[in-house]
């Protein structure tokens, strides 16, 4: 680890300030990803700045017909969440097969979606949702937030604040989960808000989500297992390494896709 300073902010607006007056500082929410690349000498930031502490960053509550979750809650928050579980109780089911305990207690919503690991989790659940990333500066439409690898719509120094959910009719998620890391190999986010709007968002298999349009199309006029059965998935730009090759991802694509329809029909 280089040497660096930390500061824990007292606000947002503190944090929003330090953060444009020290272009080298980086936030920290949960630190579950940002300390292990420090650990690793993968970033030399001047200041470390602690927003994970902050109250006004935490919460959960149902607004109308929105669920809005806190960037800084935590994982655990919000599989234990009474109001996660009535709202939209596959968000609380995928937080809670989010990598272990210990990542569960610390990590959180916020940063997992400004991380944007192509393998995290939350990132199926906020474009299938159709979710919007708030942020200091502005709100970002989930279709136009997630950028590629590790890349998002966020720009120096823009804080996110909350991830707002429209509440869907009925949605689900299923994960093929590494063994070792728990992250995704591939995850499948479903959502079905009625009147043919269906949702379908793929974590794991490629260089980042992405919807699976033809599923979506398929689910719309049948929304059944057998409809996704009858799709072929390309493995072609599909993630191949030393754990699975492209075409073992697509093949999961379809299963995991089977799985969380079969769970909610
Ligand atoms: C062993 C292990 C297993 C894991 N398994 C999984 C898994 O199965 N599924 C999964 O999805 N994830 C997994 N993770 C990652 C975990 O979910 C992290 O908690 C998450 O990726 C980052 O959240 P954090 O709050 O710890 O962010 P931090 O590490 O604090 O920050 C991550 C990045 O986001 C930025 N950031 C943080 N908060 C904000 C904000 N509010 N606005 C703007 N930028 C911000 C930081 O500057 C940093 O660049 C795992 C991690 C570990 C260590």
Known sequence: MYNLTYKRAKSID???QFIGANP?????SGGMTLLPTLKQRLAQPSHVVDIGGLAELRGIEVKGDRLIVGAA???????????VKKAIPALAY???????????????????VANNDPAADYPSAVLA???????TKREIAADSYF???FETALEAGEIITKISFPLPKRAAYAKFAHPASGYAMTGVFVADFGGGNIRVAVTGAGPGVFR??????????NFSKQAVSGLAVKAD???????????YRANLVKVMCERAVQSIA
């Open 147 to 149: 950028k590629g690898v």
């Open 24 to 28: 080298d500082a980086k936030l920290m």
């Open 94 to 112: 995928l937080a809670n097969l989010i990598g272990d305990q210990q990542v569960r207690n610390m990590g959180t919503m916020g940063g997992s």
């Open 73 to 83: 809650t935590r994982h655990f928050d919000v599989a234990s969440s009474a109001v």
């Open 129 to 135: 949702l159709n979710a919007s990333v708030v942020t």
């Open 212 to 221: 699976w349009k033809e599923a979506e199309a398929a689910l719309a006029k």
């Open 237 to 247: 730009g599909l993630n191949a390494d030393i754990h699975a090759p492209a075409e």
């Open 14 to 16: 503190e944090a929003k």
